[in-house]
């Protein structure tokens, strides 16, 4: 089953053809230097769904290099939306500014901080979270930007089965973590107030609905 899924990503991801010479220059910069950044079946996804949904404001809890914040960015300035975005990495964050820069967006509010403070200080509210940063912290940036959450907000967590580690051996230096992203999976599916999906794509994809 796995290695059916793996398939079918390779075909999706051959299936897409981008012509952006920005968002292509990041993937190669990605690519090069180990950055992680969305992959592309699930850059895909994030588009359709901002676009769809109609999202205004955003939150993005990791803002690495910019990437998924320009998709993000694009799509909700159509809608007089704005995108806040978090990044505790100096180099990634100063990075992240030159693509910002280079976007052409005026939309986007970049904070450099760690986001575990930084959400704290945040007061406005939003239509959609998209948090991909230190798995460690995935419950606390949950518990902080749902928070700052409209009703029938959608919050987007990436990489939540950690490189699979949720469900096949892991390296015993990630014991704590693969102990609190099991944890926290089971309190999004216990928690009331809202409803909670897992889909097996990408490295996990977890989606929180606000009722």
Do not use: W
């Amino acid at each position: 089953m796995l290695e059916e899924l793996k398939e079918a990503n390779r075909y999706i991801i051959d299936k897409i053809k981008e012509k952006d010479t920005l968002i292509l220059e990041m993937e190669k910069y990605a690519e090069e230097f180990n950055v992680p950044i969305v992959t592309k079946e699930v850059a895909e996804y994030l588009k359709f769904i901002v676009k769809s949904h109609q999202f205004k404001n955003v939150l993005e809890v990791g803002t690495a290099i910019g990437y998924s914040g320009i998709l993000m960015a694009r799509e909700i300035r159509k809608n007089g939306g704005k995108l806040y975005t978090i990044e505790i990495d100096e180099e990634r964050f100063n990075l992240a500014q030159e693509n910002f820069k280079k976007s052409n967006l005026d939309n986007i509010i970049s904070i450099k901080g760690d986001a575990v403070e930084e959400i704290k200080k945040i007061n406005d509210k939003f239509d959609f979270v998209f948090i991909d940063a230190s798995k460690g912290h995935y419950m606390e940036f949950f518990e902080d930007s749902y928070k700052l959450l409209n009703e029938n907000g959608i919050i987007f967590i990436d990489n939540i089965m950690f490189r699979g580690y949720l469900y096949k051996e892991f390296p015993k230096r990630f014991k704590t973590i693969v102990r609190r992203l099991n944890e926290f999976i089971d309190y999004l599916y216990e928690r009331e107030g809202g409803e909670f999906v897992l889909l097996p794509f990408g490295d996990g994809i977890g989606l929180y609905r606000k009722k």
